[in-house]
T-cell receptor, first 116, second 112 residues
Framework: EPEVTQTPSHQVTQMGQEVILRCVPI?????FYWYRQILGQKVEFLVS????????KSEIFDDQFSVERPDGSNFTLKIRSTKLEDSAMYFC??????????????FGDGTRLSIL | DQQVKQNSPSLSVQEGRISILNCDYT??????FLWYKKYPAEGPTFLIS?????DKNEDGRFTVFLNKSAKHLSLHIVPSQPGDSAVYFC???????????FGPGTRLSVLP
């Protein structure tokens, strides 16, 4: 079964440094998402991306965050100047074009980001 | 802001019996609901969905029931298997949006 893949599985970065998290969505999917889960807390929506632009974003997704689809397969999340509170599990997800109904989002296994 | 609640942090069930996981929501604009299962060190795995035009959806051992007037949905797993032991999340979205709001999860333990 096709799956969303994320790299790296664990990223350790010094506070203030830039970090890029990478995702390869399911190949025929057109919608892409980033979520995060801080340890012990809920999974939280960050951003959705369709047709090469952001379609929705949450309050968490401030100017320090950006997303990009640099080629036909990758989808990236960049954090420009990391803070300690950015430490979390970051999940990428993708979904197909809605057909006769809504489509579920399929998640990768996440990247654990640790900010020192 | 707890728009999606899962009031039972954990649930234990005997193998072969029914597991019932509950989820309540407060936003009446939610129109699409998903259940995910999550194992440690893995991402959420999609199980089953339901839109607000239905009150029941079934897929194999999994059935989701939606009660819009009570703003309540439940996931039934019959029969429960030890491999079902995981954290289960319900998630909801509104107005054809893509911003899913997740509940805090319920840890299901299926005992052999």
């Amino acid at each position: 079964e096709p799956e969303v893949t994320q790299t790296p599985s664990h990223q350790v970065t010094q506070m203030g440094q830039e970090v890029i998290l990478r995702c390869v969505p399911i190949s025929n999917h057109l919608y892409f998402y980033w979520y995060r889960q801080i340890l012990g807390q809920k999974v939280e929506f960050l951003v959705s991306f369709y047709n090469n632009e952001i379609s929705e974003k949450s309050e968490i997704f401030d100017d320090q965050f950006s997303v990009e689809r640099p080629d036909g397969s990758n989808f990236t999340l960049k954090i420009r100047s990391t803070k300690l509170e950015d430490s979390a599990m970051y999940f990428c997800a993708s979904s197909a074009r809605p057909g006769q109904g809504r489509q579920p989002q399929h998640f990768g296994d996440g990247t654990r980001l640790s900010i020192l | 802001d707890q728009q999606v609640k899962q009031n039972s942090p954990s649930l234990s069930v005997q193998e072969g019996r029914i597991s019932i996981l509950n989820c309540d929501y407060t936003n009446s604009m939610f129109d699409y609901f998903l259940w995910y299962k999550k194992y440690p060190a893995e991402g959420p795995t999609f199980l089953i969905s339901i839109s607000s035009i239905k009150d029941k959806n079934e897929d194999g051992r999994f059935t989701v029931f939606l009660n819009k007037s009570a703003k309540h949905l439940s996931l039934h797993i019959v029969p429960s298997q030890p491999g079902d032991s995981a954290v289960y999340f319900c998630a909801a979205a509104a107005n054809y949006g893509q911003n899913f709001v997740f509940g805090p999860g319920t840890r299901l333990s299926v005992l052999p």
